[in-house]
């Protein structure tokens, strides 16, 4: 419901859907996001890509066009296939309807097009922070759900571009870009919560069924058709261990913008909100950092959970650490962890890092916003921007 998100997220999200599946495309205008692969690789992260398509989106709706996605470096791999090779839709729901992308993509090859305007690629000055204006200043009625060093956060002094940013989150610039994964990307995080759950899942499963499972299974070949199962329970979704906590740590090379926080930190944190609700003891931890993990077999009474990826040991920059893991398998295991920690109950994290500030704004806007978020830090200057 509307108390459990930020102000306006249904209406904005509704409304977005819209802007992106008129009913004629033919009349439709488009902005074109081009990836420039080598340029920008080796300078801004997954983070700041979806950051940066939270303006393009906002730019796209400010000229009245469709905002269309093309050659996004991250799904440049061979597990992106078909038409969704090299476009976002590989990880996520198409931005816009098949029919607006198809005719997108027929006049980028005619320069008629270009010459006239119907089609132009986004550029940096179309987009100077400016908030789309159709839904007034919802931002105002935002209240405080971020905690500091003991305190609420009161004064984001950017509290518009936070509330859009994250309007446009879950599937494209934040909620929208992100509002679904897409096959490939269910398919890979079905693998990953085998992985961490399934052993565990199985276990609880065996105690239910006790000595009775022959003739059940024997019953239910019988009787393949169960109107619970099939009507009622199949809307939820995959088992997780309930309830999780969301625990991402940023340490590395982001020292350069911010003071590195110890995991310690993080886990002092972890324990005032356990304070509050004592059976919080599943922690779902992403992080780039090898010695993260290690230490988290320290902590005695938490169980934690985290991707089978190669991790840093000691200091590298974020670009070089994901040239060394590859597209697929950095960008894979990116949106995995993505995915998971929105997912979760309760969040830790860490505001300085535009991953957690990703993960925060997933959680305004997915009914979670009462969940609240504890930082080590608070936002940092490229973020107030």
Known sequence: GDDDNIPLTRRVQRDIW??????????????????????TRDSVGVGSDMVSMAGMLGAALLQGRVFITKDYHGARH???????????SC?????????????????????????????????????????????GEPWKAMRPTVGVKDKLMTNYHANHRRWWRAQASFSFALRYLTRFPSEYL??????????????????????TLGTEWPRARNESKRNPSNPMEEHVWSD????????LLSIHVRQGDKASEMRVASFDEYMKLANVLRKRFPHVRNVWLSTEMQNVVDESKEYKGWKFYYSDVPRQ??????????????????????????????????FVGVLGSTWSYIIDDLRMTSGKLKAGFLS??????????
């Open 186 to 207: 269910c398919n890979l995080l079905n693998k990953e919560r085998h992985r961490a759950f399934g052993e565990e899942v199985a276990k609880l499963v065996l105690k």
């Open 78 to 88: 061979k597990g992106c296939t078909g038409s969704n090779h090299a476009r976002w």
């Open 236 to 243: 939820y979704g995959p088992w997780m261990p309930r309830p």
């Open 18 to 39: 819209l802007h992106q599946h008129p009913k004629n495309c033919t009349d439709a205008r488009f902005l074109l996001a081009l990836w420039h692969h080598d340029e």
């Open 376 to 385: 080590v830090n608070s936002i940092n200057g490229l973020l107030r921007k």
């Open 313 to 346: 040991v000691g200091t590298i920059r974020m670009a070089e650490y994901m040239a060394l893991l590859g597209d697929k398998q950095g960008f894979d295991t990116a949106f995995i962890n993505l995915v998971m920690a929105a997912e979760c109950d309760f």
């Open 91 to 135: 990880y996520f729901f198409p931005e816009a309807s098949e029919e607006c992308m198809e005719r997108a993509l027929r006049l980028v090859e005619q320069k008629q097009a270009w010459d006239e305007g119907i089609i132009k690629e986004f550029s940096g000055d179309q987009w100077n922070g400016e908030i789309p204006s159709f839904w």
